[in-house]
């Protein structure tokens, strides 16, 4: 089959990396395989590419974007095309070729990544979600709800760089989240005080991006020397860190599936996360490849990061063979090879708006970003903390 994976850009992130992952799997099932983005690609994949890789060379929210597509897959057009995370061209649906099968693949909790979805169903072919928390945030509102199919997504784990036995590496701690209060940027501070009352002897490696007021706040934290702020960086280092540390800290309180988990659990570091509906729950098995904490109990998050150093040497092979098995991008393809299977067996969807032209995009009116940014702050900081408010303010930003 001709294959197409549209995505919004290449610069890096969960997305990128599970459309790269399927699209090098389905290269080697024989497959024709195409990555195609929306804005011109500034070759941060390149490395991993062997199969086609094409560029609509838009500007970010173009309103000519469904046009666009329409008239790119009109000259090139694929057996099946999935569609990942491009608010841009989804007023193209109901306008794609016919005979083009479409999957929409959902890869976020948030409504303004699913109601694309339940808006356009009946032109779509299939619908993708990437975690079973995703799918029952938008699978009741279906018509056809058995027509969703749950896909958990997988990566492509370093095989340069060794996974460290429990006595080559550190007590160390691992957190990806910067300073965002859905990821629980706010609890590692709490946490840190608490470890160190417990004379916990390890480092903190903080990842992500993290704003000079926040940085303020890591510097005050007691014995803060030990805390290591590195910014955003390639993936390859937070591999090579996962492989020296003991814990990967996951207190997100949203968390659509999961792709640090499964990348930290496979180089030997073991998830400590809250015990919530999120992604994290449908990788880690508590007690035998990671660990859990009550919402809210920073007390008992500090007793799982010490028991998780208490028990590593046990349980770090069981994360590894579970991360590197179950969540390879090699069993993420059989996931899709069978899905694949399946939607030939579908009629093809019935787009009466196929001939027309698409409507131009109108990028939606963000109504939190008008608010002053200290005030922005302070909401994101308080609402943070609750899983529901947090679904709600993520979605009012994307309104």
């Known amino acids: ?70 008239r790119w897959l009109q000259e090139n057009p694929p057996d099946v095309l999935f569609v990942n995370d491009c608010s841009p061209v989804h007023p193209a649906l109901p306008h794609i070729p016919s005979g083009i099968r479409t ?89 840190w005080s608490r470890l160190v009352e417990r004379e916990f002897s390890g480092a903190l490696h903080w990842y992500g991006r993290v704003d000079n007021a926040f940085r303020r706040r890591i510097n005050s934290l007691p014995e803060a020397e030990r805390v290591h702020i590195y910014g955003r960086v390639p993936r390859s280092e937070i591999f090579e860190r996962a492989a020296a540390s003991t814990v990967l800290l996951v207190p997100s309180r949203v968390e659509p599936f999961g792709m640090v988990t499964i990348e930290g659990m496979g180089m030997g570091a073991l998830p400590v996360a809250w015990d919530i509906d999120t992604g994290t ?64 067996a579908w009629p093809t969807a019935d787009r009466p708006e196929a001939e027309q032209t698409p409507p131009r995009y109108t990028p939606p009116t963000r109504y939190f970003q008008w608010l002053p940014s200290g005030l922005r702050d302070s909401l994101r900081s308080f609402i943070g903390r609750s899983p529901t408010l947090s679904y709600w303010l993520r979605n009012l930003r994307g309104l």
Request: aromatic letters at 8%; a negative charge.
């Open 103 to 191: 999957v929409f693949v959902v890869h976020d909790t948030a409504r303004q990544y699913w109601t694309p979805a339940v808006r356009h169903e009946s032109v779509l072919d299939g619908i993708v979600a990437v975690s079973e928390v995703v799918a029952d945030q938008f699978r009741g509102r279906l018509d056809a709800p058995d027509a969703c199919r749950v896909l958990h997504n997988g990566t492509l784990y370093p095989n340069d760089i060794p996974v460290r036995a429990p006595g080559k590496r550190a007590d160390d701690l691992l957190f990806l989240g910067g300073d965002k209060p859905f990821k629980g940027g706010y609890d590692v501070l709490d946490l």
């Open 281 to 344: 729950r449908e990788i880690v098995e508590p007690g035998t490849t990671g660990f859990f904490a009550p919402l809210g109990d920073v007390e008992a998050l500090a007793d799982r990061v010490m028991t998780t150093c208490q028990r590593h040497e046990d349980l770090y092979e069981s994360a590894v063979d579970v991360a590197r098995t179950q969540f390879s991008e090699e069993a993420m393809w059989e996931r899709y090879s069978s899905f694949l299977d399946e939607l030939q």
């Open 1 to 70: 089959m001709n294959l197409c994976w549209l995505v919004p850009n290449d610069h890096g992130g969960g997305v990128i990396s599970v459309a790269l992952s399927c699209c090098r799997q389905a290269e080697a099932a024989g497959h024709d395989v195409t990555l195609l983005t929306l804005v011109e690609s500034e070759g941060h994949a390149e490395e991993h590419v062997t199969f086609q890789s094409e560029s609509l060379c838009l500007s970010p929210n173009d309103s000519d974007a469904p046009r666009a597509l329409v």
